[in-house]
């Protein structure tokens, strides 16, 4: 068992995978556990479905052939981030991209490579579990911060169990079609993903470091005497 501190600074975003299969009980304790986040006068608004064995393998053939063959009329459904990126964002957007792509040997302008590897977010990028997260859509946006804090519980708890994880926000470029593969009711809709496995430690793409901003540059503390 670690720390808490531990599980937070050994939090990854891990996207590769080793074979090694995760019980469903050990994923069922983590949601269990992750369930305890804190909610605005406890609405709980998360939907989990969790994906593994046949069930992944085929959710996840039927989502990658979608987005490789209408990847240029895809659209999202809400803004995820911004809808044009400015400073400092912008910065901070290009220096974990390019860093990535450095270690992915993807040159600036191959968009073929570019797009393969965005592919592999649709595979849960060879993870043994795949969680898809469900949210009704007259939820305010409260609620979906409620939502930050479930899935942030269960990236931490995953470390507890020696698991990695890496939240999705691409599944929502292709929410039309996964409402349709996990037979949402039409006032639910896709928040996002989460692939979570044993890291494979002997791949490169897992050794991306980003960096963070120091604590003078994000925070203030007013003092009152």
């Not at 390019?98 to 977010?121: E, M, R, S, V």
Request: aromatic share 12%; charged share 25%.
């Amino acid at each position: 068992m670690i720390t808490i501190q531990d599980a937070i600074i050994s939090r990854k975003s891990v996207r590769s995978f080793t074979k090694k299969q995760v019980s469903n009980k050990i994923i069922k304790k983590i949601l269990e556990i992750s369930s305890q986040a804190p909610s605005g006068s406890n609405t709980q608004p998360w939907n989990v479905h969790v994906l593994t064995g046949k069930a992944l393998k085929k959710f996840t053939s039927q989502a990658k052939k979608e987005f490789m063959s209408n990847s240029e009329n895809l659209s999202l459904e809400r803004l995820n981030y911004m809808k044009k990126y400015r400073e400092p964002y912008i910065s901070r957007r290009r220096k974990v991209g390019w860093d990535l792509y450095q270690i992915l040997n993807i040159k600036k302008g191959d968009f073929k490579k570019t797009k393969n590897f965005h592919a592999k977010n649709y595979e849960f990028f060879g993870a043994p579990v795949g969680l898809i997260f469900s949210i009704e859509k007259d939820l305010g946006w409260m609620s979906w911060l409620d939502y930050g804090m479930f899935i942030q519980n269960i990236c931490l708890l995953a470390r507890n169990y020696g698991l990695h994880t890496c939240p999705q926000a691409a599944w929502g470029l292709i929410y039309k079609k996964v409402n349709v593969l996990l037979n949402l009711n039409k006032n639910y809709t896709v928040h996002c993903g989460l692939a979570i496995g044993y890291e494979n430690k002997r791949s490169k793409i897992n050794t991306l470091k980003t960096d963070r901003e120091k604590l003078d540059n994000f925070c203030k503390f007013n003092y009152y005497l």
